[in-house]
T-cell receptor, first 117, second 113 residues
C-alpha cells in the first residue's frame, strides 16, 4: 500500500527556535500533500494544502509566515515552524494523495510530536 | 460549512461483539468518505474509502455504508477483537472545488478481552 513517512517523529525545542518537519511519500508521487494539526483529544484540523512547484494554500487563521511549507518535489513536503512558542506544541500530521489530483484517497504519515519549552 | 459528527464518542464492548459506529455530515454534496483508525500517539490508517456513487465498501471484518442523501455513514465491525481498540475517525471530502477532508471528532473504541 501507499506509505507516507514523517521525520522527526518527535522533537523538543526551546522557545524562539525553528523546527522543520519532513513528509515523504515513499512508494508513490504526490502533487498534493496536506498538513494537519491535532490537539489532545481533538480531531484533525487542516492547516494547509501543499502543491508541488507552487505556493501552499493556507486555511483561514493559519499564519503562513509562521508555518512555512515547501513542496519541492513530488515525494517531499516540509513544514517549518518558525520562532516556535509553547502554544505551537501539538501533533502535526501530513497526508498525501497519489497522482496529480488532490481528489484521491489520502494516506497519512505517523505524525510528529512537537514540544516547545 | 461542512460539519461531521460521530456518535458515540466512546464505546466499550466485550470481545466478539458486532458493533456499529455512526457518522453524519451536514452537506450531502460530498465527493467521497473515508474511515480511519488512529492508535494513541500515532498517525491515521485508512480503513475504507467510499465514493459518493457507492453504497458500501467491505474489507475483512469491516463494512462501511453510505447514505449520501441523508448525510450518514456507518462502520460495522464484526466479531470485535481487543486489537480493534483505537479511535475511529470519519472524514468527508466536499464536492465542487473543495477537496479538503473534514473530520469528525472520532469514536474511542475499547474491546475488552
Amino acid at each position: 500500500g501507499a506509505v507516507v513517512s514523517q521525520h522527526p517523529s518527535w522533537v523538543i525545542c526551546k522557545s524562539g527556535t525553528s523546527v522543520k518537519i519532513e513528509c515523504r511519500s515513499l512508494d508513490f508521487q504526490a502533487t498534493t500533500m496536506f498538513w494537519y494539526r491535532q490537539f489532545p483529544k481533538q480531531s484533525l484540523m487542516l492547516m494547509a494544502t501543499s502543491n508541488e512547484g507552487s505556493k501552499a494554500t493556507y486555511e483561514q487563521g493559519v499564519e503562513k509566515d509562521k508555518f512555512l511549507i515547501n513542496h519541492a518535489s513530488l515525494t517531499l513536503s516540509t513544514l517549518t515552524v518558525t520562532s516556535a512558542h509553547p502554544e505551537d506544541s501539538s501533533f502535526y500530521i501530513c497526508s498525501a494523495t497519489p497522482g496529480t489530483s488532490g481528489w484521491g484517497e489520502q494516506f497519512f504519515g505517523p505524525g510528529t510530536r512537537l514540544t516547545v519549552l | 460549512k461542512q460539519e461531521v459528527t460521530q456518535i458515540p464518542a466512546a464505546l466499550s464492548v466485550p470481545e466478539g461483539e458486532n458493533l456499529v459506529l455512526n457518522c453524519s455530515f451536514t452537506d450531502s454534496a460530498i465527493y467521497n468518505l473515508q474511515w480511519f483508525r488512529q492508535d494513541p500517539g500515532k498517525g491515521l490508517t485508512s480503513l475504507l474509502l467510499i465514493q459518493s456513487s457507492q453504497r458500501e465498501q467491505t474489507s475483512g471484518r469491516l463494512n462501511a455504508s453510505l447514505d449520501k442523501s441523508s448525510g450518514r455513514s456507518t462502520l460495522y465491525i464484526a466479531a470485535s477483537q481487543p486489537g480493534d481498540s483505537a479511535t475511529y475517525l470519519c472524514a468527508v471530502r466536499g464536492g465542487g472545488s473543495n477537496y479538503k477532508l473534514t473530520f469528525g471528532k472520532g469514536t474511542l473504541l475499547t474491546v475488552n478481552p
